[in-house]
């Protein structure tokens, strides 16, 4: 497709269980984002991933989070032993390398009960 | 550290008015500069951006003005209509590094019919 997609794009998961987001970047896109929202908060930067160097993990909030890309494209947010506090959207975006216009996908929005 | 800060989190203007949402940033490294603008249950979508060497860049109803002594950008809209009700997000980059965008917490725009 011609967007950034994500999935699932919805997902309910018990506490203490492990979940995890797929982001697919746009085509030709070397930067890829992890961001989420929660509830009635902004925008919070979770890790960044720029075409082979290593990714920028400063904002990833505990050692449950981690994400991967695979060969510079699709990537995967993990987060393991929920909690609910994770509850949150989480947004993906991408953008071409020097150029500063990130595209977002829809969201996965996450619920924890 | 918030580099790029939007202290005002709502804003409420009337149909026909002027809409000026406000951003503030501290890296003096940031020269590109963006504002994306999301709807419930949707991801942000790419407003209007401006690079350094400009002061001003106009789209439409949308202007977005730099002021780089200040390191204080705004956007302008105008005339406001009910559909541009939405949080607005400034976000800016650093294009000669490593590309990163940093987003502000976002501004929720009310226009009033």
């Known amino acids: 497709g011609a967007g950034v997609s994500q999935s699932p794009s919805n997902k309910v998961t018990e506490k203490g269980k492990d979940v995890e987001l797929r982001c697919d970047p746009i085509s030709g896109h070397t930067a890829l984002y992890w961001y989420r929202q929660s509830l009635g908060q902004g925008l919070e930067f979770l890790i960044y991933f720029q075409g082979n160097s290593a990714p920028d993990k400063s904002g990833l909030p505990s050692d449950r989070f981690s994400a991967e890309r695979t060969g510079g494209s699709v990537s995967t947010l993990t987060i393991q032993r929920t909690q609910q506090e994770d509850s949150a959207v989480y947004l993906c975006?991408?953008?071409?390398?020097?150029?500063?216009?990130?595209?977002f996908g829809q969201g996965t929005r996450l619920t924890v009960v | 550290d918030q580099q790029v800060k939007q202290n005002s989190p709502s804003l409420s203007v009337q149909e026909g008015r002027i809409s000026i949402l406000n951003c503030d940033y501290t890296n003096s490294m940031f020269d590109y500069f963006l504002w994306y603008k999301k709807y419930p249950a949707e991801g942000p979508t790419f407003l209007i951006s401006?690079?350094?060497?400009?002061d001003k860049n106009e789209d439409g109803r949308f202007t977005v003005f730099l002021n780089k002594s200040a390191k204080h950008l705004s956007l302008h809209i105008v005339p406001s209509q009910p559909g541009d009700s939405a949080v607005y997000f400034c976000a800016a980059s650093a294009r000669g590094g490593y590309q990163k965008v940093t987003f502000g917490i976002g501004t929720k725009l009310q226009v009033i019919p």
């Open positions: 975006a991408s953008s071409k390398d020097r150029v500063g216009k990130a595209f």
């Open positions: 401006i690079s350094s060497i400009k």
